[in-house]
């Protein structure tokens, strides 16, 4: 589609120099401030108050200034309210802040503005804190609530901020007003529920009070509706709930145990319990040996292998982002194996609390809840949604996944069984064959599930020791990574490629844009409506579903073909994009609630009209009368009309080319030899005076109602020998010849990352960051692939300027889409040709200059 790299054609004009690198960032970060200077200067507070009150050298600040003293029932001051939303109380939790101000609170300001944006943050912030002391004033006196959380003081910008996010998500758009509610609430509640301290609880409160307000702010705010599947919806909530229930034990862990409500479950995944050691130092039990044997061998190892339940919950949570049937397997199987775990403890009397008078009653419950209640909860979740959740992989791809794991077991319990026959003397006594054994297999069970089965021998030092600790842990991290790499492999669509091929050329001689017959190459997968009168060519690269050119349809499908595409490819755990589609989809766009961005620029020449007279046509002109004078021809012919000289001239030609590029040649929509056989494509050559073959150009056909209308310029390829002019010769010829025809226009293919010159008159478009990013890339790469310059070779036969578009309905899917995008392009190279691509994009911009050659 894109036509050829710069070498196909030739460099022309001057570029100015770019601005200096530090020029560039000190523009971009004065920009920066100027949009979002609540957040800038909010973060500029909190750097000065963590400065004075010590919280950066990590003193203990309300002991050094009694500042946030926020339980008010001892307040230290007139001050504490303010000092309480403004000083971090570590300098950890200083830096952190100072990224939310510039990040979270950055984009709240941004959907709010800046004024609202100060008033969601004091109204939130306020009325969290004193909500909140409230609270710990009635708690006071409750048995079963430790003095610490009634007592603690309150130290934490991030309150405000969490108020004025959720503030702000009552004006965002459907996604992202979904998203920041989900994600927020969920992190916010775990940290709440398992973590526990009472700065989380002080941010919920602020968070829940954003979210009134910002129902506030919107009020007589115009809704637009969201079009997406529902089913996508379904499973970011699922897979949320999910993590939680998996990071949240993680995250009391770090916290030390945490106070939370549902931090009991947290000692559930500890390397061992320290109240059945406590217990056995009085009473032995065959428990006992269990845990003084994890007691004696805790380390990193052990610490990993007891999260592992954990781990595999967040594992399952991202594959149900994408619907994968495995990732519901795997979180039914954890939580089932959990609660089953629990429910038989609590029959067997494995659990006890002490101190019924201190509030065993309620811890008892809290645990019921926490270790029974959660994982049943979201079991009937998992079960109630299962059909939202039938993405399923290759056999292929799961028979590798079974040997993967398979493999790894063997060697681990292999390496295992070698090792500690070779030192015996790590135990402290001596193990059996038997015993040996045993413990292998021990190795890869978290501590959780063998509680109460005793203990065989284990090692206490050296070698012996290191092995016992990481065979479990090698072997699930193994067993992860083959999982991650699962869910990446999901069956296409059905029907055979060649019925698929053969059921789309024929919508496409029915009518379809110039440049649609990209959706014949090789790679392209069609969908096809429920009636098989709509069609979309797309390719899948890393989980992203990249529909090319224009969909196949009448006028008035076009929104109803977009939807159906975009929930055929989420059902499959893909994410939908459409590439190089024409404003004609814009509306289609807008009413579905998508971004689109600007990637190229398609030129066109209208046929009838065309007369390349006057001044301006020069250019054209005197390339083709140079060529007629030497005796150039043009010769418009097909691959399988070629003689076998001609074609392997071609090739060579095409062949010299690769060879002198420090990059592959690219695909996508950038056709190759493979394209120019197919039958319905046409070669336009260059042959001089003694019959070599100087240049070739291919070109697409474009039907209507089965009659063709024109043709799109695809490959260029130039001998090292041709004369300056030959490309404009060929295309000039093709103009003139396609006009006798009779034909309506002829098209030169998009030049990526172009953008059209303005009309007199015309303003620029404000800058976005991805525009900012695209013009930054397009220039990065124009000493590797001549884009600008392409454009410009192009310019010179004043064609009419389609701009090209990219489609999408999530911005965070950006970086994946990009990463896709780049796959496509160049989907034979190699490590080492990244590298080098990457050293251009690190080097910069660099000035081009040359002439015809």
């Known amino acids: 589609m894109d036509g050829p790299t710069v070498d196909a054609v030739e460099r022309v004009d001057d570029e100015m120099p770019a601005p200096s690198w530090v020029r560039r960032r000190l523009t971009g970060v004065g920009g920066y401030a100027r949009r979002n200077p609540v957040a800038v200067g909010f973060a500029a507070i909190v750097l ?128 992202w007003r979904r998203r920041i509610r989900v994600a927020a609430l969920a992190v916010l509640g775990m940290f709440a529920l398992y973590a526990g301290d ?29 079009h997406s599947s529902s089913t996508r919806e379904t499973r970011s909530l699922v897979a949320t709930i999910v993590a939680v229930t998996g990071l949240g034990p993680i995250a009391a862990l770090v916290a030390g145990g945490g106070r939370g409500p549902l931090s009991l479950v947290a000692t559930s995944f500890a390397q061992f319990d320290q109240k059945i050691v406590n217990r056995c130092a009085a009473q032995y039990a065959r428990v006992c040996d269990h845990e003084f044997a994890l007691f004696v061998t805790r380390g990193v190892g052990p610490a990993l292998l007891a999260i592992v339940p954990l781990v595999l919950l967040v594992v399952a949570a991202w594959g149900l982002r994408s619907g994968r049937r495995a990732a519901w397997m795997i979180a039914v199987g954890v939580n089932a194996s959990l609660a089953a775990l629990a429910i038989g403890s609590l029959v067997l009397g494995d659990v006890t609390f002490t101190d019924p008078a201190g509030g065993a009653a309620f811890e008892w419950a809290l645990w019921v809840i926490s270790a029974m209640g959660v994982p049943i909860a979201v079991l009937v979740t998992l079960i109630v949604t299962r059909r939202r959740f039938l993405v399923r992989a290759p056999r292929a791809a799961v028979r590798t996944l079974w040997s993967t794991i398979g493999t790894a077991f063997v060697m681990c319990v292999v390496v295992f069984l070698l090792v500690e026959s070779l030192f015996p003397r790590a135990f402290g006594v001596q193990p059996s064959p038997a015993d040996l054994f045993v413990e292998a297999v021990r190795r890869f069970i978290p501590p959780i599930f063998l509680e109460g089965f005793g203990q065989t021998p284990y090692p206490r030092q ?143 020449m209208h046929l009838p009209e065309l007369e390349m007279v006057g001044k301006s046509w020069q250019k054209v002109r005197h390339p083709l ?77 474009s039907w209507r109602d089965g009659v063709l209308v024109g043709w799109t310029l695809d490959f260029m390829r130039r001998d090292a020998a041709a004369p300056n002019g030959v490309m404009e010769f060929l295309v000039a010829k093709a103009a003139l010849l396609m006009k006798q025809q009779g034909l309506e226009l002829l098209s030169l293919s998009g030049a990526p990352l172009a953008e059209k010159p303005l009309a007199d008159g015309e303003a620029a478009p404000e800058p976005t960051t991805l525009s900012s990013f695209l013009g930054w890339l397009g220039t990065a790469l124009e000493p590797v692939y001549g884009f600008a310059s392409l454009f410009r070779f192009k310019s010179k036969f004043h064609p009419a300027y389609r701009t090209l578009y990219m489609a999408y309905a999530d911005p965070v899917s950006l970086p994946a889409i990009g990463s896709a995008v780049g796959r496509a392009y160049l989907p034979d190279a190699s490590p080492r040709e990244y590298v080098t691509l990457i050293r251009n994009l690190l080097a910069g911009p660099a000035t081009t200059t040359g002439g015809p050659r």
């Open 462 to 604: 050296g070698a012996g020791l290191v092995v016992y600790q990481w065979t479990g842990v090698v072997f699930w991290l193994v067993a992860v990574i083959a999982i991650l790499r699962l869910y990446r492999a999901t069956t296409r669509s059905g029907g055979a490629a060649a019925e698929s091929s053969t059921r789309y050329r024929e919508l496409l001689r029915r009518g379809g844009g110039t440049l649609s017959f990209i959706g014949t190459w090789r790679g392209t997968e069609h969908w096809f409506s429920d009636d098989g009168q709509a069609a979309v060519a797309y390719r899948v690269e890393g989980g992203v579903a990249l529909a090319v050119a224009d969909p196949l349809c009448t006028a008035e499908r076009a929104a109803d073909t977009l939807r159906g595409f975009a929930e055929f490819a989420i059902s499959r755990g893909w994410t939908p994009v459409f590439y190089s589609i024409h404003d004609d989809y814009l509306p289609a766009f807008a009413e579905m609630g998508w971004h689109v961005a600007s990637v190229g620029e398609e030129t066109v």
């Open 198 to 226: 009472v700065d989380s609880w002080y941010r919920l409160l602020a968070a829940l009070t954003g979210l009134g307000l910002g129902v506030l702010f919107a009020r007589g705010v115009p809704r637009r509706p969201w």
């Open 48 to 175: 000065v108050a963590s400065a004075l009150s010590g919280a950066l050298e990590g003193a203990h600040v309300p002991d050094a200034l009694g500042w946030g003293a926020m339980s008010l029932m001892t307040p230290a001051g007139w001050w504490a309210a303010g000092t309480s939303l403004i000083v971090p109380d570590s300098p950890v939790d200083a830096i952190v802040s100072l990224i939310l101000a510039l990040t979270v609170l950055a984009g709240a300001e941004r959907i709010l503005g800046s004024a609202r944006t100060v008033l969601a943050m004091v109204i939130t912030g306020l009325i969290a804190l004193f909500a909140g002391a409230t609270v710990q004033l009635l708690l006071s006196d409750t048995p079963e609530v430790s003095a610490a959380a009634t007592q603690a003081t309150v130290l934490d910008p991030a309150i405000m901020m969490a108020g004025a996010l959720l503030a702000a998500s009552g004006l965002a758009g459907a996604l």
């Open 625 to 701: 009368n140079r060529a007629e004078r030497e005796g150039m021809t043009a010769q418009w012919t097909s691959w399988r009309a070629l003689t076998p000289a001609m074609a392997s001239q071609i090739v060579a030609i095409s062949e010299q080319w690769v060879t002198e590029r420090a990059l592959p040649e690219m695909g996508f929509t950038l056709g190759g030899i493979e394209e120019l056989t197919d039958p319905d494509v046409a070669l336009l050559l260059a042959v001089d005076a003694h019959g070599h073959l100087r240049a070739v150009t291919s070109w697409m056909p």
